[in-house]
């Protein structure tokens, strides 16, 4: 298996544009799991899905940020407007009890 | 609710040095504990868990202990290598019904010299 899958790897945009992130889960994983890393706050857990589901998304920072899983092998993380402290790497990742992280989308908002 | 502590970095070693991270746990319940590895520009990957108390999670020279008297999982290795420098992360996932979510500890930066 290829793993869990994101992109871009590296996304530049600048104030008020939308941005959309993607995921592929590995396959037959049921949950999946999106999370923002920074400096500051360190790693958080913005929204997972459980079989397509939402589940909580207790983390999503505010409504400019919205998730999607429309099927079992893809999902979207988007921020509409984006702003400069959405800055941060955001991080999908699938599995259950263990969770396997792709590599990550490197997002910076100038 | 949940929380996981683990000792501030950065952690600076020598080649061959004893390592250890400190990583203790709140939690309501009986969680999993685990460690992850962040190398640079990397996602995070499962380095050991551990599901109940007293077991012992083990992997590439890591180990950790579940230790439920003292709610903690420690995190060691006789001989760092370079190639062991990376973040290391603690978490624990309350076990029972739908709910997988990890709660992290905020990482230790380690950064092992030749």
């Known amino acids: 298996d290829a793993g869990v899958i994101q992109s871009p790897r590296h996304e530049v945009t600048e104030m008020g544009q939308e941005v959309t992130l993607r995921c592929k889960p590995i396959s037959g994983h049921d949950y999946l799991f999106w999370y923002r890393q920074t400096m500051m706050r360190g790693l958080e857990l913005l929204i997972y899905f459980n079989n397509n589901v939402p589940i909580d998304d207790s983390g999503m920072p505010e409504d400019r940020f919205s998730a999607k899983m429309p099927n079992a092998s893809f999902s979207t993380l988007k921020i509409q407007p984006s702003e400069p402290r959405d800055s941060a790497v955001y991080f999908c990742a699938s599995g259950q009890e263990t969770q396997y992280f792709g590599p990550g989308t490197r997002l910076l908002v100038l | 609710g949940d929380s996981v502590t683990q000792m501030e970095g950065p952690v600076t070693l020598s080649e061959e040095a004893f390592l250890t991270i400190n990583c203790t746990y709140t939690a309501t319940g009986y969680p999993s504990l685990f460690w992850y590895v962040q190398y640079p520009g990397e996602g995070l990957q499962l380095l050991l868990k551990a599901t109940k108390a007293d077991d012992k999670g083990s992997n590439k020279g890591f180990e950790a202990t579940y230790r439920k008297e003292t709610t903690s999982f420690h995190l060691e290795k006789g001989s760092v290598q370079v190639s062991d420098s990376a973040v290391y992360f603690c978490?624990?996932?309350?076990?029972?019904?739908?709910?997988?979510?990890?709660?992290f500890g905020k990482g230790t930066l380690l950064t092992v010299n030749p």
């Open positions: 978490a624990l996932s309350e076990v029972g019904g739908s709910n997988y979510k990890l709660t």
